[in-house]
Nanobody
Framework: EVQLVESGGGLVQPGGSLRLSCVVS????????MNWVRQAPGKGLEWVSG????????SYSDSVKGRFTISRDNYKNTLFLQMNSLKPEDTAVYYC?????????GGQGTQVTVSS
């Protein structure tokens, strides 16, 4: 069973940056694509970004393209999301998710709040 531990969230001002991490266990991490998904207060789940197993192919939602960068370290079983130029509408709980899985993904998520 996959286990996911997200971290790196917090309170940041508009225009600021955060780097999220997700440590993965219970699976052979290097064999799977991974995603970041977020849930804003009172809203549904929104896919944010995805990366293939080798880290070569990356995709982003239109709402974060050009501001967020997904990456992974297959030696450390860790997924990352570098978030720059943050906006209030980026406020959400951020989850990492193994490809092909549905909520709940196995982690507790990390809260990101963008506010002045």
């Amino acid at each position: 069973e996959v286990q996911l531990v997200e971290s790196g969230g917090g309170l940041v001002q508009p225009g600021g940056s955060l780097r999220l991490s997700c440590v993965v266990s219970g699976i052979t991490f290097k064999n799977y694509g991974m995603n970041w998904v977020r849930q804003a207060p009172g809203k549904g789940l929104e896919w944010v970004s995805g990366i293939d197993s080798g880290g070569y192919s990356r995709s982003y939602s239109d709402s974060v393209k050009g501001r967020f960068t997904i990456s992974r370290d297959n030696y450390k079983n860790t997924l990352f999301l570098q978030m720059n130029s943050l906006k209030p509408e980026d406020t959400a709980v951020y989850y990492c998710a193994k490809e092909g899985t549905y909520f709940p993904y196995g982690g507790q998520g990390t809260q990101v709040t963008v506010s002045s």
